[in-house]
């Protein structure tokens, strides 16, 4: 298994660079297609204190200040990106999220940046984890590379957490060291016999990886402070919903994690 077409997300508000760089480096690692996107929206009409609303003349230079910003974008994309790598550039005037779930439809793995607030000019990683029914990699703040090198796999014995695993697969292969580990407030041995049912799996695909046990019940704390313990540069994890209904309600954990800058996550559900 390996990622065979990569969309990286630029924000429109952002230096560009940075992702750029990281994921044609991803690309060139996995021999991948790469698709640069940017995407951003106007806001809709919205009434002022006087009773007013943005006026069509109003909106239209909006339109345009962003085409202008997604072409500047465009540029630096081509000029980032190796020749030696396959590439395309995409281009939406609408929310990124939105962008982003449809192309989904046609890439093996989502790389972006961390999200923002501002919903028409940044991605919320939280919906699009949920919605675009593909791995998405978070990277670290300002990081230009993934290396890789050690993996803590963040385990519980459900769906979503076979999921990340599954679509880690390419970056396990290639790491130096792999960590699954479970956080349990008691020792079982349903728990036991599920880690060594992660690392048979994994021994089936030429990867050994190391199961550990981490004290107490599940706390993002906790899984932050063992993933520096062993240095890992990259943390897989399922993400858990509370309510499918409610695409922001999001257990402690990976909540935590979708807004942890600090380490690259690659989250899927």
Known sequence: MSYKTIVVNLAVDADPAPIVKL??????????????????DVPPLVSTGEGLVYEGEVMQIQRTEIEKRLAEMHGIFEKLVPAAVSSEWIQYVCGPTRALGQVARSADL?????????????VDIGSLVLGAGRPVLVAAANAEHVLGKTVLVAWKDSREARRALSD?????????????????????EDVRDSLADVAAFL?????????ETVAGDADADRLLTFARSIHADLIVSGAYGHSRLREWAFGGVTRSLIREGSVNRLLSN
């Open 203 to 211: 021994e089936q695909h030429g990867i050994t990886a190391r199961t």
């Open 23 to 40: 994921a044609a480096e991803l690309a060139q690692r996995f021999d991948a297609h790469l698709v640069g996107l940017a995407a951003a």
């Open 168 to 188: 880690s697969l390419p970056f396990l292969v290639a790491a130096n060291e792999v960590v699954v580990a479970t956080m349990q407030s008691e020792s079982a």
């Open 110 to 122: 989502i790389v972006t940046a961390d999200g923002g607030g501002d919903v028409y000019r940044a």
